[in-house]
């Protein structure tokens, strides 16, 4: 009854091109079920209805900005002109981009094709969709429980075995490079450049080689693939992956201009607002017409005012107070801390260690460098390291013995431990 309701409700369609005529599927109890176009319910006031452009039409890149020359705002006037210095078509073009930020910059995964191809596309159709997205991007945006950055593996062309297209996933999910492999030998040359990009450290990478999460999607005919399309994989070692629905943002991003996807909630801003103001037009005038009362309630609140601001300068009063508190007694801990470390040195010197100077830094818990003379010096870091006032101990000097008077000088740095 519930999924009766909410495919009456909140119909979800999709149309894409399968062996050169068109294939409709609607989503149902959690999947994407194929049906005959005439089951496609109407497109009402919460339907999705979404066109996939075939891969054969679409060019796929993966574009940078740097932040700080594009804002968000900027970024759809941004990935156009970009588009157009390596778009090989003359017509006009359409655009979807995915973008993420990403170290000072944005990285935007762009595919474009002609726009006389989406509507030759929409003509076919027996609806007028409500958004228009590559079918790869939507394949990605609708992978459900993804663990990144990994490689998603797809058929090449589902109308013929053989081959396959990899996607490699950065870790907010959008494709850094997608790459078709026809033939055993691109699939090696694929792994081999994945490696060398995506797993090393000079390459800025994660330290885990992408290869390391390998998904299979659903309807990939694993006796196709030998172990070179899968990195020397076995297919069981793979985990097959299904597409479930796409997030709003990327689904949002494919909508079609003029077009109200009242699934999302940005699109009811615009009457919100204007239920809103309608609200505050009508409070307006009744605060005309009380307005003599309203005067009276201003200077009362104007009294509550003064007294709030009074507490709240005496709240913030009371918090300096507290803080400076704070910091006396984080001073005295370190002071006490220090004194007991300096009790505790003098007990453990041996009688032949001199002291020549000693200086203390309350910076990071408290540091102490003492400086001296001893007959035998080496052995005094262990020493000192082993009383409890004394985190760490290390020698700042090499240990040799003064010929002149046969003492070893040393240099020590003391780590006090903490007392918080």
């Not at 159709?125 to 993804?146: N, Q, Y």
């Amino acid at each position: 009854m519930i999924e009766e309701l909410r495919r009456w409700l909140l119909p979800r369609s999709i149309v894409r091109v399968r062996e050169q005529s068109l294939q409709y599927l609607i989503y149902a109890h959690k999947k994407w079920q194929p049906v005959q176009a005439e089951s496609i319910p109407e497109n009402g006031l919460f339907g999705q209805q979404l066109l996939l452009i075939p891969d054969a039409e679409t060019l796929f890149r993966c574009r940078k900005f740097p932040l700080a020359h594009v804002k968000e705002g900027e970024l759809e006037e941004a990935v156009a002109l970009d588009a157009e210095t390596w778009s090989p078509w003359e017509g006009e073009i359409d655009s979807y981009f995915w973008p993420v930020r990403s170290n000072g910059q944005w990285l935007v995964a762009v595919w474009i094709w002609e726009r006389r191809t989406a509507v030759r596309l929409q003509e076919a159709t027996t609806f007028w969709p409500t958004h228009v997205m590559p079918e790869r991007a939507w394949k990605i945006a609708a992978l459900d429980e993804l663990e990144v950055p990994a490689v998603y593996i797809d058929t090449l062309d589902p109308a013929q075995p053989g081959g396959c297209v990899y996607a490699v996933l950065h870790e907010a999910k959008i494709p850094l490079q997608i790459i078709e492999a026809a033939d055993e030998a691109a699939a090696l040359r694929f792994w081999r450049s994945v490696d060398d990009t995506h797993g090393g450290e000079k390459a800025g990478g994660t330290g885990t080689p992408v290869s390391g999460h390998i998904f299979l999607d659903k309807d990939v005919d694993v006796g196709t693939l030998s172990g070179g399309f899968l990195n020397g994989l076995r297919p069981d070692e793979c985990r097959r992956i299904d597409q479930t629905l796409p997030g709003s943002g990327a689904l949002g991003r494919g909508r079609l201009q003029g077009v109200k996807d009242w699934t999302e909630p940005v699109s009811w801003f615009r009457p919100v607002g204007v239920i809103v103001g309608l609200y505050l037009f009508w409070l307006l005038g009744s605060s005309l017409i009380l307005w003599q009362k309203g005067e009276a309630v201003s200077e009362q609140v104007a009294v509550a005012q003064s007294a709030a601001t009074d507490v709240i300068e005496l709240r913030d009063n009371v918090s300096s107070i507290h803080q400076k508190l704070r910091k006396v007694y984080q001073l005295r801990s370190r002071q006490l801390a220090f004194e007991e470390a300096l009790a505790a040195l003098s007990e453990v010197l041996p009688p032949d260690a001199w002291l020549d100077s000693l200086q203390y830094e309350a910076l990071e818990g408290g540091w102490a460098d003492i400086v001296g003379t001893a007959e035998r010096s080496a052995g005094l870091a262990a020493v000192l390291e082993s009383l409890p006032e004394i985190e760490h101990a290390m020698f700042l000097n090499d240990i040799r013995k003064d010929e002149r008077t046969g003492l070893e000088p040393f240099n020590i740095r003391l780590k006090l431990a903490s007392k918080e």
